[in-house]
């Protein structure tokens, strides 16, 4: 379940049942074991490579989804590791067809397009058709190598297309809303806007002024050190990105 979002800078994050790359993920890595008990052999590096690619392409979605709290670059990259992975899954599908003299079906056979009606879904990594191995296991439990073969070619190519459109979508949300430096910035910004500096006697003082490098607005402090440690100043809000700051006349 997606963890809400709280009232500080920590974004949602995790839900990654929801996503479908994530269930399509499980229906590649499950049919993988059968491919593979049935018609490679045990020990070899094939089998090995192929059970480590499936697997690092579910647990990569899952980690990726789970680490968007606290960093959506982390995200990001684990959902592309899990698009590499898924990309050399596919390669080792095509060449299981290809040493058996077995044809890698075109995309307009209709067999394929059966295939892929059966997985069709959304573009987006979410919501789409809830597919799940029930939905295929006809199909992977098949004796026909042809068949499964075709068809875990079918369901990688399909992953790995919502993968993209998953990965350009994390890209846009974060140029728009930035990641978790931002979000705490923004917070921290916030919060001291509710502190509007006072007078001695408790009256609520003048607006802040405008930062002169900037613009922005400011925010009173107290230098800390040097000769003028305990005296006030205005600094810039933005501070340390705009070190701007104005003398404050002091209380009388």
Same mark, same amino acid.
């Given at each position: ?114 295939? =892929?009606? +059966?997985? !069709? ?7 789409? &058709?809830? /597919? $799940? ?49 931002? =979000?705490? +910035?923004? !917070? ?7 502190? &509007?500096? /006072? $007078? ?53």
């Amino acid at each position: 379940m997606q963890r809400p979002a709280a009232d500080g800078f920590i974004p949602q994050h995790g839900g990654y049942e929801g996503l479908l790359t994530y269930r399509k993920a499980v229906v590649i890595f499950r049919a993988m074991f059968h491919l593979a008990a049935k018609w490679v052999r045990l020990g070899s590096r094939t089998r090995d490579q192929m059970e480590q690619s499936a697997r690092s392409t579910k647990q990569n979605i899952v980690e990726g989804s789970l680490a968007s709290a606290t960093s959506k670059s982390t995200e990001i990259r684990l959902t592309n590791v899990a698009r590499a992975s898924l990309g050399e899954l596919l390669e080792d599908y095509r060449d299981f067809l290809v040493l058996r003299d077995l044809p890698i079906w075109p995309k307009d056979d209709p067999r394929a397009l059966e295939l =892929r009606r +059966l997985g !069709a879904g959304n573009g987006d990594g979410t919501n789409g &058709t809830d /597919a $799940t191995y029930e939905t295929f296991r006809r199909h992977i439990e098949s004796p026909d190598a042809e068949l499964v073969g075709n068809l875990m070619v079918v369901l990688c190519t399909q992953a790995c297309y919502l993968l993209d459109r998953q990965i350009q979508r994390l890209e846009r949300d974060f140029v728009e809303h930035g990641g978790i430096r931002e =979000r705490m +910035l923004a !917070a921290r910004l916030q919060a001291r806007d509710r502190c &509007t500096p /006072a $007078t001695e006697s408790g009256a609520v003082g003048p607006p802040p002024p405008a930062c002169p490098q900037c613009g922005s607005a400011m925010r009173l402090r107290t230098a800390r050190s040097g000769p003028n440690a305990g005296s006030q100043f205005w600094g810039c809000s933005t501070y340390p990105a705009c070190k701007g700051t104005r003398s404050c006349p002091a209380i009388p």
